[in-house]
């Protein structure tokens, strides 16, 4: 199993900046964490890709945060970072976590969800 736990939400003004973290715990049948990344989900919409990163690789990012949101990872921490720089009110959302990990047996893979973390941005 993959428990995430998530910081960093909160509200700010237009323009502002936020981090969000999301640290990742292994347990079980994992044999290690493979694509993490950030979703959001606004209310009466649906929850979309913000940024993905890949144990190795290059990052993925809607292009509505391209060029003011950055996402990376410590892999010895098992933490996926998110900084947003230059929010829109239309950022405004609940942020979730997303990590792919990989069984040891089989080598299946799992997606696994933080609870989420609310992101306010003010006009």
């Known amino acids: 199993q993959v428990q995430l736990v998530e910081s960093g939400g909160g509200l700010v003004q237009a323009g502002g900046s936020l981090r969000l973290s999301c640290a990742a715990s292994a347990s079980g049948t994992i044999l290690r964490i493979e694509t993490m990344g950030w979703y959001r989900q606004a209310p009466g919409k649906q929850r979309e890709l913000v940024a993905s990163?890949?144990?190795?690789?290059?990052?993925n990012y809607a292009d509505s945060v391209k060029g003011r949101f950055t996402i990376s990872r410590d892999n010895a921490k098992n933490t996926v970072y998110l900084e947003m720089n230059s929010l829109k009110p239309e950022d405004t959302a609940a942020y979730y976590c997303?990590?792919?990990?990989?069984?040891?047996?089989?080598?299946?893979?799992?997606?696994?969800w933080g609870q989420g973390t609310q992101v306010t941005v003010s006009s």
């Open positions: 997303n990590v792919v990990a990989r069984h040891k047996y089989f080598l299946t893979t799992s997606n696994y």
């Open positions: 990163i890949p144990s190795a690789g290059t990052t």
